[in-house]
């Protein structure tokens, strides 16, 4: 029998999940651990649903080793929802209702605009031309009297990716973690509310987690809607409507592929080398591929690169995405603001399969370098 060619996906989201997990779900769609019903049809008020709930938060709490005094919940509506959530929980923690924001990319820059509808927002440096590095944070213009300091740690259009964790002279930090949630370890305390869409790292779209200190519950504007308010939703463990049971069901199994797996330090160690494998080609192609991010703030996540010259050209770009398609390497393309090349190494990518990019990158440029 011929042999099905392996297919890779390098999509930034919803992005690839451990062929392990879906096989795991597989069985449980069909009849959940003997009960005669799938995991799609069980109450969310139910003693088992209760039970994957508290597997999923118990996994998260030790990956990320969360203190005691932060709570997790689990929240529909994506990172786009937390955009909205955020400033209307928060924006009131201060007298001034002001909030400062570090755009470094398009997802902290439409959390911004969004967020001005709430108060009054400070960028704390002048908008960049282009979005290819972290300003020097010497130089950014912060607001002691701001409620919080809100950025994005991966920017996943651009790639990139903040190596540090700012320090905001004791204001309230929040950070979009949706593109790099789970992919490195995180020292939590740092944060007053971390947030991420599950569907890069942690699993299937549905399900934004969370992790919010407890002293910031609380404080939500009158007009906050009820099932965005961090407090309605912590006091009722997420369950104060119903909740996105399936994908919060398929980040506890993620969660525990990450435990098996070694690991958060053990994700972080892969996405070094992986990311590594494909900026050595570009930075080693004489400008045939061309990265536009500075060294240090290019992510390990999403790899955005040109082809033929920093503007790329367009026409060998195309046939880079083409080629790749026939060798079953999906979902490369540029987001369509950036176009470009982007291949997201989210942690169910594997060496093997990064390396067969690497392989085809390297070939690429032998048959097409001018
Ligand atoms: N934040 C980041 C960093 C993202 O990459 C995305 C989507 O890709 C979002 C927020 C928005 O997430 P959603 O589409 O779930 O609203």
């Known amino acids: 029998m011929e042999k099905k060619k392996l297919t890779i996906n390098f999509g930034a989201g919803p992005a690839k999940i451990p062929p392990s997990v879906l096989l795991e779900a597989q069985n449980d769609l069909l009849d959940y651990k003997g009960l005669g019903i799938s995991v799609l ?43 909205s959530a955020v400033p209307l929980n928060l924006i009131g923690l201060k007298k001034d209702h002001c909030a400062d924001y570090v755009v470094t990319g398009a997802w902290s820059g439409k959390a911004a605009k969004e967020a001005e509808k709430y108060g009054k927002i400070n960028t704390v440096f002048p908008k960049m031309d282009s979005y290819t590095k972290i300003p020097d944070v010497s130089n950014w213009n912060l607001n002691p009297d701001a409620s919080y300091v809100y950025y994005c740690s991966n920017e996943t259009v651009h790639g990139v990716e903040f190596n540090f964790i700012p320090d905001t002279k004791g204001t309230t930090l929040v950070c979009d973690m949706s593109s790099n949630f789970l992919s490195r370890p995180v020292d939590v305390s740092k944060f007053g509310l971390l947030f991420a869409g599950a569907q890069k790292n942690a699993g299937c779209a549905g399900v934004t987690v969370v992790i919010v200190r407890e002293d910031l519950l609380g404080y939500a504007a009158k007009e906050c809607p009820i099932i965005l ?109 950036v176009g470009g090349i982007r291949a997201s190494l989210y942690n169910a990518v594997t060496v093997e399969e990064t390396k067969a990019l690497a392989e085809y990158m390297i070939e690429f440029m032998k048959v097409h370098r001018k």
């Open 229 to 337: 308010d961090y407090k309605v939703q912590a006091g009722m463990n997420s369950l104060y409507n119903t909740p996105p049971c399936f994908s919060i069901y398929i980040m506890g199994l993620v969660c525990e592929w990450i435990k098996n797996n070694g690991g958060l330090e053990a994700m972080e160690k892969l996405s070094i080398t992986k990311s590594k494998l494909l900026y050595d080609i570009i930075d080693e192609s004489n400008g045939f591929y061309v990265c536009p991010v500075e060294s240090q703030s290019r992510s390990r996540m999403n790899i955005f690169f040109r082809i033929g010259s920093i503007n790329g050209d367009e026409e060998l770009e195309k046939k880079f995405l083409d080629e790749a398609a026939k060798r079953s390497m999906l979902s490369l393309k540029g987001h369509r603001s």
């Open 41 to 83: 049809e069980m109450s969310h008020r139910s003693s088992e649903f209760s039970k994957i709930l508290h597997t999923t938060e118990n996994l998260l709490c030790e990956l990320l080793n969360i203190p005691q005094n932060y709570k997790v919940i689990f929240l529909q509506g994506g990172g786009s929802g937390q955009f």
